[in-house]
């Protein structure tokens, strides 16, 4: 029986509901333990589709491409063994789900909706807040960042800043610049999931599959899923990254002799998906087929398609990291500031043009003067801004000092720290005598305690110069690359100024070795590209193995005598240049093939 | 407020929030019960036009025809994958049967264009021009007695649910499009004799989905349940890209190979 005080409470819930649904936009409850029906697919799903079964993708050549320069055994590779699957993949996956709602204890509006995988302990959250994506220097995730709204009789999901990984696990590649588009519906205790890929980078067209779950009453546990990574090949050279040259994939006839199809129907493209294809496979030639498996020649090269990072607005964007250190964009080359009682200390300074609003920026964050700049190379681009910025740490305590008899420019502006060939390189150029460095080192170390923080500036003899420094912030965990790393384009090797495809490849190792990720190789120390977005060793890793294949590809190429020409003509670089290339501007694609020709002809460094 | 007092104003907030969601349906102030809507003039989505698929999923299943024993993904019971290994398509062609695959079962998966149109106010046509198959969706019970590849069908309108069904001033926008289909000729999951039986009942739901790109897309959700060849339902979700017009449509007769 209920009592009276029950009934009260009952109507005053119904009022309460009825009011809330009122003010909130409609939805449904997703909440729950579901598992997939691996009815489609099922194979790629389970123990993985042949390398060589690319139908039914939008890939374009570079995709392709890359695709069939994939060797399985690259996931032998440290750094790759705990790699976690995008947003997309993770939910095509196998495994099961939790899914459960996130709310305002105060007004018990719906803030997110949380989403956890079985496998690789996925966690997708997603907001339905109403809060905007984060800029596009804001770092990549493996399940990107995803917001929400209902719409009619479904969720609509947006996702954007994920990680490269996958479409489909035999190397079928999505790149970090895929975003993702995804309507969840539910009838009763099926729920579907259908994901529409956008890549400008590997696609021609959106990819749309779709994902079922049924529900399950019961808790299915079991929802860890640890890994760490391992010595699995000794002795391996450590610029050694498993891939097949082009045209060179052993197992790319696989699919189509196991499945007894025509060779072109693992090929991929846009026109697989379409009705129209089955009359195509009767009529494509193996000869057309196999010609695919290799770039075409002749054409022009491809160029970029990937999100411009800078903001172009005039203004200086401050992004924190970790600890108390920030990163600064907006003028050229990315800044970082480490701010503390001992004044800041700055890595880059950029192009200078914004310098001003830099050294506001950084007055913001620190009420001291600069104390310290660090320069990771020489390039306008990361030291057109020291002469202002030295100024701006202008320290009069420091002027009529014991120091002031030692140093005639003590108190004078911030101490300009590089290893001595930066330094060398700035003189040559004749730049601004006081924004060349003055504080040196010339071999593969220096250290400081600034700030709280142990700090290391580690010399890279040959990567894109002869002059480069890595800047480790060892208790913020924060690496700063210079131009050994961008997200933005290929490696500026700079042959006349002592850079080398070989010290770039040690470079970029030497940053991995000093990275750990925190779960699922995503999180964990932070990397500031020289440009680009806020990374961690996951796009490292990427960028590392792009420089090796390339350098494989153009080694292969010299030793069977081919001349620069012939190797540029062979578009080498066919699969990352819709990531990175370019054919304008100071570094084009064929100044970083010539660069990796000239630097292996004169052998390594 | 005294209690008798409140409970005596609860009847009033239940008639209030009912009387809001009548005049969400079209009742109207002051307004007499208006006459049921029929289903397309009630319809939540417009699925109407043309469509075509876009085969992104079990690609070998449906672009070609796969090996026989090829059921992988398929929950078929003993008897499902005895009929499946004893697959005969020159058989089948001999004895006129090359329409197994072009049935309701199978029909949606194939590399085809939909053509969707209102029949009648009650009834919604739906051709494919893979196999030149008709699927006749009622909203109306049929009293037909099935048995032909695309058997009998009835359709609903399916709405989310509210809050107890009242307080939103009427339905939630959007829905689905919900199909049970039953009484089919006993016909092929996939082309290569994956089988379904003249038991078997499909559930399905369309979906439609327009992108911030302008383009839109058909979701046809689908579980198929039969007790003689599976062992648990069979789910598919097949995805439809809408067309401007007829461009593309290329009516084929049904194959068996």
């Known amino acids: ?605 | 407020m005294k209690l008798k007092t409140l409970l005596s104003t609860l009847p009033f907030l239940l008639f209030a929030s009912l009387s809001a969601y009548a005049q969400g349906r079209g009742g109207g102030r002051g307004a007499g019960p208006q006459p049921p809507q029929s289903p397309q003039a009630a319809a939540p989505i417009d699925i109407t036009g043309y469509w075509v698929s876009l085969v992104t999923e079990d690609w070998r299943y449906r672009m070609a025809t796969p090996p026989k024993g090829d059921f992988l993904g398929v929950p078929l019971n003993q008897a499902g994958r005895d009929a499946a290994n004893a697959w005969d398509p020159a058989k089948e062609e001999a004895a006129g049967e090359q329409c197994k695959a072009y049935g309701a079962g199978g029909i949606m998966r194939m590399p085809t264009r939909l053509h969707i149109a209102w029949q009648d106010m009650n009834t919604l046509k739906m051709e494919t021009d893979a196999g030149t198959q008709t699927r006749i969706l009622s909203f109306t019970p049929s009293q037909s007695p099935g048995g032909d590849w695309q058997g009998v069908s009835l359709a609903s309108w399916d709405r989310q649910a509210t809050v107890m069904g009242i307080g939103r001033g009427g339905p939630p926008p959007g829905g689905s499009l919900k199909v049970v289909t039953s009484k089919m000729k006993p016909g092929f999951l996939r082309k290569n004799g994956v089988p379904y039986s003249a038991d078997a009942v499909m559930t399905e739901y369309f979906d439609r989905f327009d992108q911030p790109n302008g383009e839109s897309l058909l979701m046809v959700i689908s579980e198929v349940n039969d007790p003689t060849y599976l062992a648990t339902p069979f789910w598919t979700s097949t995805h439809f890209k809408k067309q401007n017009d007829a461009a593309g449509w290329n009516p084929t007769p049904c194959s068996a190979k």
């Open chain 1, 1 to 605: 029986m209920f009592d009276n005080k029950s009934i009260v409470l009952s109507a005053l819930l119904t009022v309460s509901v009825t009011a809330l649904g009122q003010e909130s936009a409609p939805g449904f409850d997703l909440s729950g333990f579901w598992s997939p029906a691996m009815h489609e697919d099922a194979l790629e799903r389970g123990g993985g589709s042949e390398i060589g079964d690319y139908a039914g993708f939008a890939l374009n050549e570079a995709g392709r491409l890359w695709a069939l320069s994939y060797d399985p055994s690259r996931v032998t590779l440290k750094h790759h063994q705990c790699d976690a699957y995008v947003a997309p993949y993770q939910m095509r996956a196998t495994g099961n789900f939790r899914i459960w709602e996130e709310r305002d204890p105060h007004d018990q509006r719906l803030v997110a909706i949380h989403v956890w995988a079985q496998v690789t302990e996925g966690h997708r959250v997603i907001w339905m807040d109403g809060r905007p994506h984060p800029p596009a220097w804001a770092p990549h995730t493996f399940r990107g960042f995803s917001t929400g709204k209902f719409v009619g009789n479904a969720l609509v999901v947006e996702t954007t800043h994920m990680k490269q990984g996958w479409l489909r696990r035999n190397g079928t590649p999505e790149s970090d610049q895929a975003t993702l588009l995804e309507y969840f519906v539910r009838h009763g205790d099926h729920l579907t999931n259908m994901t529409i890929i956008t890549d400008p980078v590997f696609l021609t067209e959106p990819e749309v599959r779709s994902n079922d779950y049924f529900r399950q009453v019961v808790d299915h546990h079991a929802w860890l899923y640890a890994c760490d990574d391992g010595e699995q090949i000794l002795d391996r050279a450590p610029d050694k990254v498993p891939n097949y040259l082009f045209g060179q994939q052993p197992f790319a006839k696989e699919f189509a002799e196991r499945y007894k199809l025509p060779l072109i129907s693992g090929v991929g493209g846009a026109e697989s998906i379409y009705p129209e294809f089955m009359a195509k496979l009767k009529t494509v030639t193996n000869a057309e087929a196999l010609a695919r498996f290799r770039p075409v020649t002749g054409r022009p090269l491809e160029t970029s398609r990937a999100v411009d990072p800078e903001p172009h607005d005039g203004e200086i964007h401050v992004f924190p990291l970790r600890n108390n250190v920030y990163m600064l964009v907006g003028d050229g080359a990315n800044i970082v500031v480490q701010v503390g009682d001992q004044g800041a200390l700055v890595v880059d300074t950029g192009t200078g043009a914004l310098a001003d609003k830099t050294i506001a920026a950084i007055g913001k964050l620190s009420g001291k003067p600069v104390q310290f700049i660090v320069n990771t190379g020489f390039r306008a681009d990361h030291t057109g801004g020291n002469v202002k910025v030295r100024r701006s740490g202008m320290d009069p305590s420091l002027q009529g000092s014991f120091f002031s008899n030692q140093f005639a420019d003590a108190g004078q502006g911030a101490t300009i720290m590089s290893h001595q060939n930066t330094q060398n390189h700035m003189d040559a150029l004749k730049m601004p005598a006081e924004g060349i460095p003055s504080d040196t080192f010339l071999e593969e170390h220096r250290r400081k305690f600034h700030n709280g923080d142990s700090i290391e500036l580690f010399w890279e003899p040959n990567a894109v110069t002869d002059g480069d420094s890595i800047v480790h912030f060892r208790r913020a965990d924060v690496i700063v690359t210079g131009d050994i790393f961008t997200t933005t384009q290929y490696p500026f090797i700079d042959i006349k100024n002592g850079g080398s495809v070989q010290g770039e490849i040690k470079a970029l190792n030497d940053i991995l070795n000093r990275t750990v990720y925190e779960h699922e190789e995503d999180g964990g120390t932070l990397v500031v590209p020289g440009h680009g977005y806020l990374s961690n060793e996951h796009e490292v890793l990427e960028y590392r193995d792009m420089v090796v294949i390339v350098r494989d590809r153009v080694r292969a190429m010299i030793n069977s005598g081919a001349t620069l020409e012939q190797v540029k003509a062979a578009r080498v670089t066919a699969d990352y240049d819709t990531r990175y290339g370019a054919s304008t501007g100071p570094w084009t694609t064929d100044l970083f093939v010539e660069a990796v020709y000239k630097s292996l002809q004169q052998g390594s460094k």
